[in-house]
């Protein structure tokens, strides 16, 4: 079995900024690439940033300069750095991960979403 943990989510006004973390823990052998992904209300859900085990990441345009991925490897974490918030940026952000467990088997993992809402 393997989880997906996501914290740091809440209510901000806009312009601030707020810190996601995700830690994988259970029957893990190798993580590879690792991301977050948001669906706001009515929506699809849209990429926000990967980040590779070699530190290499991608963005979406709009969020670019914004918010900022990272990965703690020994920890199985990934983070995701939100600043200058916007009410546009509300939304359920779900953490995701692509990882071979002990059993050697690669699969796509989802987080169950934290809430993160920008209003004054």
């Known amino acids: 079995q393997v989880q997906l943990v996501e914290s740091g989510g809440g209510l901000v006004q806009p312009g601030g900024s707020l810190r996601l973390s995700c830690a994988a823990s259970?029957?893990?052998?190798?993580?590879?690439?690792m991301g977050w992904y948001r669906q706001a209300s009515g929506k699809q859900r849209e990429l926000v940033a990967r980040i590779t085990t070699s530190g290499s990441t991608n963005y979406a345009d709009s969020l670019k300069g914004r918010f900022t991925i990272s990965r703690d490897n020994a920890k199985n974490t990934v983070y995701l750095q939100m600043n200058s918030l916007k009410p546009e940026d509300t939304a359920v952000y779900y953490c995701?991960?692509?990882?071979?467990?002990?059993?050697?088997?690669?699969?796509?993992?989802w987080g169950q979403g934290t809430q993160v809402t920008v209003s004054s």
């Open positions: 995701n991960a692509d990882i071979q467990t002990m059993s050697r088997r690669w699969s796509d993992y």
């Open positions: 259970g029957s893990i052998f190798s993580i590879s690439a």
